[in-house]
């Protein structure tokens, strides 16, 4: 089944400078990648998806690329603010999957004043 | 606003009691799942219907029972849970697969569950 690498576990950046999380995905059949924010005590929420037929996609200060051959995606923040502290996880679903999401274990980014 | 609604949101209940949890969406998605998470991990599916057919359970324990009584409810029975049970449980709900490509999938705030 697929499996999900997330790094690093931990972030930490000053406000202001940008922030990147790196996932690989050992499913080739994987099409659909979402990104998620969680703050604490709060539901997941979805902040930014990109689906295989696409290599970049951007929202904001928000950035997804995707690597096919290398089958690795990465979640680029810019201006990063206080409010973009949260634990933020990667995850993978297969074409033929039922839409069963794999994630990785979760990045905890800090924004420091 | 979340648009997908759990309740209750904490439940504490005795390992030889039986309790439900309960989700509701109003997006018109045919699509739902219950996801575990643990403290500090990602959450973990459990159960996910589609068209109210189960379609994929997780080897889940049977003292879990899923229901999808509607497109709109989905409910989680719980009876007999152990300790390691306690956990946040979470629903979601996303358009069906149906051919259009996975779809993004909807959070509601979870049910914080403690098992005395």
């Known amino acids: 089944g697929e499996n999900v690498e997330q790094h690093p576990s931990t972030l930490s950046v000053q406000e202001g400078d940008s922030a990147v999380i790196k996932c690989t995905y050992s499913d080739s059949a994987s099409n659909y990648f979402p990104w998620y924010k969680q703050e604490l005590g709060k539901r997941p929420q979805l902040i930014i998806d990109?689906?295989?037929?696409?290599g970049e996609k951007k929202d904001q200060r928000i950035a997804v690329t995707l690597n096919k051959t290398a089958k690795h995606f990465s979640l680029h923040i810019t201006e990063t603010q206080p409010e973009d502290s949260a634990v933020y996880f990667c995850a993978a679903s297969g074409f033929l999957g039922a839409q069963k999401l794999v994630f990785g274990q979760g990045t905890r980014l800090t924004i420091n004043p | 606003d979340t648009e997908v609604t759990q309740t209750p949101k904490h439940l504490v209940m005795g390992m030889t009691n039986k309790k439900s949890l309960k989700c509701e969406q109003h997006m018109g998605h045919r699509a739902m799942y219950w996801y575990k998470q643990k403290a500090k991990k990602p959450p973990e599916l459990m159960f996910v219907y589609s068209y109210e057919k189960l379609s994929i359970n997780e080897s889940v324990p049977s003292r879990f029972s899923p229901e999808c009584p509607n497109s709109s409810l989905l409910n989680l029975h719980l009876h007999a849970l152990q300790p390691e049970d306690s956990a946040l449980y979470l629903c979601?709900?996303?358009?069906?697969?149906?051919?259009?490509?996975?779809?993004?999938?909807?959070f509601g705030d979870g049910t914080r569950l403690s098992i005395l």
């Open positions: 979601a709900s996303s358009q069906a697969y149906a051919g259009l490509g996975n779809q993004p999938q909807h």
């Open positions: 990109i689906r295989s037929n696409v």
